[in-house]
T-cell receptor, first 111, second 110 residues
Framework: DAGVIQSPRHEVTEMGQEVTLRCKPI?????LFWYRQTMMRGLELLIY????????DSGMPEDRFSAKMPNASFSTLKIQPSEPRDSAVYFC?????????FGPGTRLTVL | AQRVTQPEKLLSVFKGAPVELKCNYS??????LFWYVQYSRQRLQLLLR??SRESIKGFTADLNKGETSFHLKKPFAQEEDSAMYYC????????????FGRGTQLTVWP
């Protein structure tokens, strides 16, 4: 099993552009989480899904951020329009029982 | 409300010295506590969970409900222990999310 897969691994874009981050959770896991990691704020939970249904999106910074999970094997996090302060590492994680398994992260740089 | 506090953002020790990474929590129920570790440019991974009462890579952590703490300890630190360590709390296995602390960057000097 390759674990949680995220793409792209690195993304550099210009302010105002749309950014889409992708995640493939581990097969059979019923929860999926999106996190953002920065030096200033540490690890922040943005949103999580249970059985493809969004459960808590209170961590989503603002309306520029949106996340979808159209099926059990795929999720996206979209930022539109992107801003320099969105620069961070974005992690996806999935879980079954009590252990979360993290993806390698997407390092986003917004110029 | 639940909260996880890691008071030290940075911690440095020399190889062979004991190390303790502090974690305090607040939660009125019966929490489950975890330590996650992130080595340089790698993904976060579970290090240990309190319910297992296990020792992983020489690390142990005991849940102290009286002090609401879950400190991570290792008697003799190694250079390869240098990493970011996150303490996390779950309100119960059925309640979905983890609440993470801000993390402690541990550096073990040779």
């Amino acid at each position: 099993d390759a674990g949680v897969i995220q793409s792209p691994r690195h993304e550099v874009t210009e302010m105002g552009q749309e950014v889409t981050l992708r995640c493939k959770p581990i097969s059979g896991h019923d929860y999926l989480f999106w996190y953002r990691q920065t030096m200033m704020r540490g690890l922040e939970l943005l949103i999580y899904f249970n059985n493809n249904v969004p459960i808590d999106d209170s961590g989503m910074p603002e309306d520029r951020f949106s996340a979808k999970m159209p099926n059990a094997s795929f999720s996206t996090l979209k930022i539109q329009p992107s801003e320099p302060r969105d620069s961070a590492v974005y992690f996806c994680a999935s879980r079954i029982t009590d252990t979360q398994y993290f993806g390698p992260g997407t390092r986003l740089t917004v110029l | 409300a639940q909260r996880v506090t890691q008071p030290e953002k940075l911690l440095s020790v020399f190889k062979g010295a004991p190390v303790e990474l502090k974690c305090n929590y607040s939660y009125s129920g019966s929490p489950e506590l975890f330590w996650y570790v992130q080595y340089s440019r790698q993904r976060l991974q579970l290090l240990l969970r309190h319910i297992s009462r296990e020792s992983i890579k020489g690390f142990t952590a005991d849940l102290n409900k009286g002090e609401t703490s879950f400190h991570l300890k290792k008697p003799f630190a190694q250079e390869e222990d240098s990493a970011m360590y996150y303490c996390a709390l779950s309100r119960g296995s059925t309640l979905g999310r983890l609440y993470f602390g801000r993390g402690t960057q541990l550096t073990v000097w040779p």
